[in-house]
Nanobody
Framework: VQLQASGGGLVQAGGSLTLSCVASGFTFGRAAIGWFRQAPGKEREAVSCRANSDGSTLYADSVKGRFTISSDNAKNTVYLQMNNLKPEDTAVYYC??????????????????WGRGTLVTVSS
């Protein structure tokens, strides 16, 4: 069971990045997968989650209207499209999954399944 996140980088404020999270070892179509971030000196926070079974999504207020979570079931991959990035979006981004599709469990960070982080740096 594994999650592999990628796509981070350095971008100017107002720019865009797309993060990818490739999942393996569980039934992707049944899972809920989410993105979290942790900025220096801050606690980890939920950014966005998606239930692959019905496509329902959750977003943190700070990213609504700027970030979009989507998935490609054929590739077992979840994406986070990040537009209009701000310096306060700078953080290490992690993907996490609930193979049973438990959105609340996932959103509150209680899943045991985490990928390695990918660093997003937004310069002003």
């Amino acid at each position: 069971v594994q999650l592999q996140a990628s796509g981070g980088g350095l971008v100017q404020a107002g720019g865009s990045l797309t993060l990818s999270c490739v999942a393996s070892g569980f039934t992707f179509g049944r899972a809920a997968i989410g993105w979290f971030r942790q900025a220096p000196g801050k606690e980890r926070e939920a950014v966005s989650c998606r239930a692959n079974s019905d496509g329902s999504t959750l977003y943190a207020d700070s990213v609504k209207g700027r970030f979009t979570i989507s998935s490609d079931n054929a590739k077992n991959t979840v994406y986070l499209q990040m537009n209009n990035l701000k310096p306060e979006d700078t953080a290490v981004y992690y993907c996490s999954a609930s193979p049973r599709g438990w959105m609340v469990h996932l959103w509150t960070g209680k899943s045991d399944l985490w990928g390695r982080g990918t660093l997003v740096t937004v310069s002003s």
